[in-house]
């Protein structure tokens, strides 16, 4: 029975999270649970919220298995590595790591939310890497509102972005073939960052400010 009940469990955790995705790549501006499960054919907004809130699952192994499947489609030749911000603009403030910050989405500082991601472009192709969302100071400040909102412990201390991009770079760059590194000025100005890049022995590119 408990086998069953496992077996059973899971299944309705694979549904649901199909149904998740789906919601993601629709058209629609907001995806929120509510709006997301109106848009899915056969959506429970309950249901997805358990979904996302208490079911336990793992995004690094479908991560890896991503990128390894479009590295090996991107053709001939070695294309670039491209080191920049994701933001997603928020009006709220429960979202994780949501704080007024630059948000380049809009080009001003406004409340977002910031994720340290890599892509790759080549000649046929350009697709995101890895991505690791960026916890202000605001928030790893305050452990009880890490805890409230389902941060692992394990991300609990506060880290520059400029770690955060080498502890993902580190995760993949001997599994993707590429040329040379490419970053803005926000990475572009940190010594730290471009000293990493020198002892990890990669080529770069990086842009520095008009005051540099």
Excluded at 40 to 58: D, H
Excluded at 118 to 127: D, E, L, P, T, V
Aim: aromatic letters at 10%.
């Amino acid at each position: 029975v408990e086998e069953f009940a496992l077996e059973l469990g899971r299944a309705e955790r694979r549904y649901w999270g199909k149904r998740y995705v789906v919601g993601l790549v629709l058209d629609g501006e907001r995806k929120s649970i509510e709006p997301m499960a109106q848009r899915v054919p056969g959506g429970n907004e309950q249901a997805l919220q358990q979904f996302v809130n208490q079911s336990p699952w793992a995004h690094e192994p479908v991560q890896t298995k991503l990128y390894r499947r479009l590295g090996q489609r991107s053709g001939p030749g070695r294309g670039v590595l491209i080191l920049d911000d994701t933001t997603l603009p928020k009006k709220g403030k429960q979202s994780v790591g949501v704080a007024p910050q630059y948000c380049g989405a809009l080009g001003k500082v406004a409340n977002c939310q910031a994720i340290v991601t890599w892509h790759y472009s080549g000649a046929r192709m350009h697709f995101p890497v890895l991505g690791e969302l960026y916890l202000p100071q605001s928030w790893t400040a305050a452990p009880a509102k890490l805890c409230q909102a389902g941060v692992p412990p394990t991300k609990w201390q506060f880290q520059e972005k400029w770690k955060l991009a080498l502890e993902l770079l580190d995760q993949f760059r001997t599994e993707l073939a590429y040329e040379a590194i490419v970053a803005d000025a926000g990475y572009g100005e940190i010594r730290p960052f471009l000293h990493a890049l020198d002892h990890r022995q990669q080529l770069f590119v990086a842009q520095i400010p008009e005051s540099h």
